[in-house]
């Protein structure tokens, strides 16, 4: 047996580096990062101040050069521009109802993010405006029934345009701090739970197209309790034509883009938008002398041109709390689905993505949500389905997300009394398309086939999204992902365990050891910390344990808490806990918390252990380790493979052999850093993880298998 101390010096390289730093140093590290993020910045900022006009000279010339040049590019961008701003008049407008702001809010938001994100953003052809995922939470500040419920209509919509503006700055601090990287930590099927949730929402913020108000001129400045049902009772034919409408819609917007040619050219929104007004009041107001409810009849509409306002607001502390709270959930929701859009994008494109470019259009996205609040508009976030077609169009540069707001604020100015006529009802057939297309489908797949953990994420975030909100819902599929992936990972640490005769290294002299070597796979964190300490036994253990970390990582204070208890409970009874191969952060990472002198003690380069019999056989080509105990080996078996009678026979008949006692599960083969390795089984080992001795040959005999 070998006991006693072992060589101080015998430390890994990586050890020997590592040094605990002074108790409070992370408050002036902290400091040092803070500062130098700040002054990395604010050069940024100093670099783009002082370079802009040679660079937007030189940007002017290369644009006007390139246009010149390719005419035809400049065509197709314009009016892929013109093509989506048109689409968006009808979902803009049903936004700022979902939201509970006046149709020009949502239009001026439109015309802001397209234009700012369209000439800053992180992906040209990219198109943003108002869309629904934030339009669904921006309720919750303007309705009458919502937190701010206390407050006057028009002070709801002042605090509405202040979180906008706090809530992109936010975003271009997510910007600055490069946090647009983090998304990567979203699962799939909570991305899939987040697309369902809002979807739901968006259904079920249509439904007010299907009540009535005769208390108020304006449907929207009715309270929640005058408004009324319309029921075939009281309101037959109101209803009727009201689904007529939503219906006509859908047909329309499912089955116009089928027509060859002109179904390719015209938006089916546009088609059904035009026939529902004309239906209205062609047929159901002059014929019958029954009409629906108009945008003119829900809100205010005039075309006037954005105008500066800053948002004056109560200064109360549930006032000012709920603003930061809700810009912080906006930010959070608009920079995922941006990103989002931008990496979905990428892909049609078959670009390259960038982080760079992901933090870029955070940058423009903020900008554009500031300046929307200090111009009394709802924001937005980048919008999928008309950046898909924007880019499907063939538009590939910022000329075409440009004009689109550039379009939009057009028509603002030009069409406004017309935007006045349209139906409600229609614009709720065309939310009700959007839904069909933002639900998920695959969905019910995976509930019904998929892994009981992904259907749990699914449930769990859609339910949250619906009843709470869309940014604590993407939080919590990533907590319950993460935690069901550290339960997975914890059972995915294992080990090879040999009980060898040894010579450890000291101070030059060999001195022999009976050693339980434990070759440690996978990653130990507080998931796998107990799989790693249920491998080593105080009372069954020999003197030594040696662990190598080879093929392990130690991830987190649990890990070295694990290793320091079985180190701890070792030494007690009189044992010693050998460390080797430990990864240069595995070290790090043992030394921060660890003590040193205990350390250096036991981490111990991998040179210093040798295998007591191929250290007597350091001449010859053929050599033996036993995986099983030493002092339990049979010595009527065979300790080296030229022991074997059948491999004295020739190639063939040792192929033969081989194959047949494989087939019988009485060897095992394998080939391991060169050399063939075959394993003989023995079921009546008792040693702890073995399965058999191992019997390695060197290459000169590596012919004679199969």
């Known amino acids: 047996m070998c006991k006693g101390d072992f060589d101080d010096s015998a430390i890994d390289d990586a050890s020997q580096d590592t040094k605990r730093d002074p108790y409070f140093a992370f408050i002036p590290q902290i400091a040092r990062y803070g500062a130098n993020v700040i002054s990395g910045e604010l050069n940024t900022v100093k670099n783009a101040v002082v370079g802009f006009p040679s660079w937007s000279k030189q940007f002017s010339m290369d644009t006007y050069d390139f246009y010149k040049k390719n005419p035809r ?31 020009q809010s949502g239009l001026h938001a439109t015309f802001w993010m397209a234009t700012i994100t369209g000439i800053l953003g992180g992906k040209p052809g990219m198109i943003s405006g108002a869309a629904g995922a934030l339009a669904v939470v921006v309720t919750e500040l303007t309705a009458d029934d919502g937190v701010l419920s206390y407050l006057s209509r028009a002070d709801r919509l002042n605090v509405l345009y202040m979180t906008m503006f706090i809530c992109g700055i936010m975003q271009m601090l997510f910007c600055v701090f490069r946090l647009a990287k983090l998304v990567r930590l979203i699962p799939e099927t909570g991305m899939i739970a987040f697309m369902d949730g809002l979807a739901i929402i968006i259904f079920m913020a249509q439904l007010p197209a299907f009540q009535k108000c005769d208390a108020q001129e304006l449907f929207i400045e009715c309270e929640v309790s005058q408004r009324e049902w319309l029921t075939f009772q009281d309101d037959t034919w109101p209803l009727i034509f009201t689904l007529i409408h939503v219906g006509m819609c ?60 800053w948002p004056s607001v109560p200064t109360d502390s549930n006032t000012m709390s709920t603003i930061f709270s809700y810009a912080i959930t ?31 259009e955070l940058f423009a996205q903020g900008l554009a949500n500031a300046v929307c609040g200090l111009f009394r508009a709802m924001g937005g976030d980048a919008m999928i389905g008309q950046s898909t077609i924007n880019i499907m169009n063939g538009a590939r540069h910022r000329v ?131 799989h790693f300490i249920e491998l080593f036994s105080v009372a069954n253990d020999p003197d030594v344990v040696i662990i190598d970390f080879q093929d392990a990582l130690i991830i987190d204070h649990s890990a070295v808490a694990a290793i320091q208890g079985i180190t701890h409970r070792f030494h007690q009874a009189g044992k010693e806990v050998l460390l080797t191969n430990l990864a240069k952060k595995s070290t790090g990472r043992i030394y921060r918390t660890g003590d040193h002198e205990v350390l250096n003690k036991q981490i111990q380069p991998l040179a210093h252990f040798q295998d007591l019999l191929e250290s007597d056989n350091e001449g010859g080509d053929i050599c033996v380790a036993f995986n099983g105990a030493h002092d339990d080996a049979d010595p009527a078996k065979p300790s080296t493979l030229s022991d074997i009678p059948m491999l004295h026979g020739p190639a063939e008949d040792v192929n033969e052999e081989l194959e047949k006692l494989a087939h019988n599960g009485e060897v095992s083969l394998s080939f391991r850093g060169g050399e063939l390795e075959m394993v003989m089984m023995d079921k009546n080992s008792t040693s702890e993880g073995v399965t058999g001795r191992s019997l390695i040959a060197s290459n000169d005999l590596e012919k004679s298998a199969p």
């Not at 205010?300 to 105008?307: H, K, T």
């Not at 608009?334 to 994008?345: H, I, K, M, N, W």
């Not at 749990?456 to 919590?476: E, K, S």
């Open 330 to 360: 906006l930010a959070t929701i608009g920079s995922v689905e941006s990103v989002l859009t931008l990496q979905a994008c990428n892909e049609i494109t078959d670009t390259i993505p960038k982080v760079s470019d992901s933090n870029q």
């Open 73 to 103: 590019t400049l065509f197709d961008e314009v009016v892929s521009g013109f093509t989506v701003a048109i689409m968006q008049v009808p979902e803009s407008i049903a936004f700022s109802f979902v939201a509970g702001v006046p149709p």
């Open 400 to 530: 075409s997300s440009t004009c689109s707001g550039l379009f939009m604020l057009l028509f603002v100015i030009a069409i406004s009394s017309f935007i006045e006529m349209l139906p409600i009802a229609t614009l709720t057939g065309v939310l009700f398309m959007v839904v069909l297309s933002t639900f998920q489908w695959q969905t019910f797949h995976i509930l019904r086939y998929g892994r009981l953990s992904d259907s749990l994420v699914i449930v769990l975030v859609t339910v949250i999204a619906v009843f709470v909100n869309l940014a604590v819902a993407i939080g919590a599929g990533v907590i319950f992902s993460a935690l069901v992936h550290a339960w997975d990972s914890g059972a995915c640490v294992s080990a090879d365990i040999f009980h060898k005769r040894m010579t450890v290294l000291r101070d030059g002299e060999k001195n022999e050891c009976d050693v339980k070597y434990v070759h440690v796979k996978g990653s130990i964190f507080f998931g796998s910390a107990r």
């Open 250 to 309: 859908m047909f329309i917007m499912k089955f116009f883009g089928k027509i060859p040619l002109v179904g390719k050219i015209v938006p089916s929104s546009l088609i059904a938008l035009l026939l529902g007004t004309v239906v209205e009041f062609m047929l159901f107001r002059r014929v019958f002398g029954v009409g629906t409810r108009t945008v003119g009849q829900t809100a205010q509409m005039n075309g006037d041109l954005p105008r500066f306002d």
